[in-house]
């Protein structure tokens, strides 16, 4: 069982930087593979960025790439989306997820939110034009 709670999002202008956290619950954090997805009002919920169990290997969204960073801290127990240059188009509530199977982070697989297991309860970026 794996609790996450994320933090660090609030309302910025466009241009600005945010860091996202999560932090997660249980002793078996690095056998997961984390996500962060988001959600904009009236849209489906949308995949970010993954990142595999060591942190080795990283993959993302093409409307994220080049501006937007996931990172984890296994030792802390906490994965990170460190977002540049916001865009209005990144307003939406931000959820990070942990997925137990085993894979490449780089197949579609991980790019599904249903094929995740745990999903934390969201928190709120509102980028400002």
């Known amino acids: 069982q794996v609790q996450l709670v994320e933090s660090g999002g609030g309302l910025v202008q466009a241009g600005d930087s945010l860091r996202l956290s999560c932090a997660a619950s249980?002793?078996?954090?690095?056998?997961?593979?984390m996500g962060w997805f988001r959600q904009a009002p009236g849209k489906e919920r949308e995949f970010v960025a993954a990142?595999?169990?060591?942190?080795?290997?990283?993959y993302y969204a093409d409307s994220v790439k080049g501006r937007c960073t996931i990172s984890r801290d296994n030792a802390k127990n906490t994965v990170y989306l460190q977002m540049n240059s916001l865009k209005s188009e990144d307003t939406a509530v931000y959820y990070c997820?942990?997925?137990?199977?085993?894979?490449?982070?780089?197949?579609?697989?991980?790019?599904?939110?249903?094929?995740?297991?745990?999903w934390g309860q969201g928190t709120q970026v509102t980028v400002s034009s």
């Open positions: 249980g002793r078996t954090f690095n056998n997961y593979i």
């Open positions: 990142i595999s169990w060591s942190g080795g290997s990283t």
């Open positions: 997820a942990a997925g137990s199977a085993r894979g490449s982070i780089y197949s579609e697989y991980f790019r599904r939110s249903w094929n995740y297991d745990y």
